[in-house]
Nanobody, 121 residues
Framework: VQLQASGGGLVQAGGSLRLSCAVS????????MAWYRQGPGKEREFVAG???????YYSGSVKGRFTSSRDNVANTVYLQMNGLKPEDTAVYYC????????????????WGQGTLVTVSS
């Protein structure tokens, strides 16, 4: 299974970005997908998860601003990020696992390479 994240970039505070993660190699619709991020000098943290059926779960820091969705035909998961803040600056990773959404990164079996999001103030 290969995951390819894209869509990062530089945006001003208050702006929006949409990240994509394309998955290849196995049946995408079987996977729970998640987004994690790692800011400068910080531990990697859970951002959002989406089940095969589209149930979502968000960390408290992004709930109401970020939305995860998936296209099981295009084998792609998305993270729409609105109302971006400088503290959202991080490398964003997508991850996949079989089973329910969890926040523990050790439970995800497959990872993308990360895409950098920089939010200027």
């Amino acid at each position: 299974v290969q995951l390819q994240a894209s869509g990062g970039g530089l945006v001003q505070a208050g702006g929006s970005l949409r990240l994509s993660c394309a998955v290849s190699g196995r049946s995408f619709d079987m996977f729970t997908m998640a987004w994690y991020r790692q800011g400068p000098g910080k531990e990697r943290e859970f951002v959002a998860g989406i089940s095969p059926g589209g149930v979502t779960y968000y960390s408290g820091s992004v709930k109401g601003r970020f939305t995860s969705s998936r296209d099981n035909v295009a084998n792609t998961v998305y993270l729409q990020m609105n109302g971006l803040k400088p503290e959202d600056t991080a490398v964003y990773y997508c991850a996949a696992r079989l089973g329910a959404i969890t926040i523990a990164e050790s439970t995800y079996d497959f990872w993308g390479q990360g895409t950098l999001v920089t939010v200027s103030s």
